[in-house]
C-alpha cells in the first residue's frame, strides 16, 4: 500500500496548475463540464487557448514521478480526499473493514472510495500503472481534522497503523501539510497547503 494522490476543490483552478507546474508537474488531463457532457482541454492546449471560455473545471490532473495531484473548480478550498495504491487483497480487507465501521464504499472497476463520515473520502486504486516509478513520492500527509475520533477510527480501518497519514486537531477538516520524497520545496500552495521535501540523494 502507498499513498500516491490527493484531491481538492479550489477557487484558484488556473494559479494551482501554474504553481505545481512550476514545480516540475506535468498536465496529464483537464476537464470541465460543458452543457449536459465533458469537454477535455488536454495538452497541448494552454491557458491562452481557453481562458476567454472560462471552463468550469471538474477535475484538472497533474503528475510528477510516482506522484498524481487532482483539483477542480470549486467556491473555496476545500479537501475531498487522499489516494493509495494498493493490491487486491488489500483492497478486499480495507473493505471489508470499512463496512464493519458502517462507513459508505463505493466500488468501481477503476477505483474504490470509502467514504469517511468526517468529511473527507479515501481512495484505493489498483492501477499501479498510473505512476511512474520514480524517486519523486509522496512521503506523507497531514489533516487537520475537527473529530476526536478520526485517528482512531482511521487506525481501524489500516488495522493498527496508519500508511503515511498524520493527524492534528484543529477547528476544520483540511490538509495541511505534504512531504515529498525527491523534490526540493519549502512553500504554501495556492490553496494552503504546506509542502515540505528534499532532493533524493
Known amino acids: 500500500m502507498k499513498l500516491f494522490h490527493y484531491h ?4 484558484k483552478v488556473e494559479e494551482t496548475e501554474q504553481f505545481y507546474r512550476k514545480l516540475g508537474f506535468t498536465v496529464i488531463g483537464r476537464h470541465a463540464m460543458g452543457k449536459g457532457t465533458i469537454v477535455t482541454y488536454h495538452p497541448p492546449l494552454d491557458w491562452n487557448d481557453f481562458r476567454e471560455e472560462s471552463p468550469l473545471f471538474r477535475i484538472i490532473e ?4 510516482e506522484v498524481r495531484i487532482t483539483f477542480g473548480a470549486g467556491k473555496a478550498s476545500l479537501f475531498d480526499h487522499i489516494g493509495f495504491l494498493v493490491n487486491a487483497d488489500e483492497l478486499h480487507k480495507l473493505c471489508n473493514r470499512a463496512e464493519v ?4 464504499v463505493a466500488r468501481g472497476e477503476r477505483r474504490t472510495f ?6 473527507f473520502k479515501l481512495e484505493l486504486q489498483l492501477r499501479h500503472d498510473l505512476v511512474q ?3 519523486i513520492a509522496l512521503r506523507a500527509v497531514t489533516l ?10 482511521l487506525r481501524r480501518l489500516f488495522n493498527g497503523e496508519l500508511p503515511a497519514v498524520n ?8 490538509l495541511k501539510e505534504v512531504h515529498f520524497q525527491g523534490l526540493s520545496v519549502q512553500e ?5 497547503v504546506k509542502l515540505k521535501g528534499e532532493e533524493a540523494e
Open 8 to 11: 481538492f476543490w479550489t477557487d
Open 62 to 65: 497533474v503528475g510528477n514521478g
Open 101 to 104: 465501521l458502517g462507513w459508505k
Open 114 to 119: 470509502i467514504h469517511t463520515p468526517y468529511r
Open 133 to 135: 516509478e520514480t524517486d
Open 144 to 153: 487537520e481534522v475537527n473529530d476526536d475520533e478520526v485517528e482512531q477510527q
Open 167 to 174: 493527524i492534528t486537531k484543529g477547528e476544520r477538516v483540511h
Open 188 to 192: 504554501n500552495d495556492p490553496n494552503g
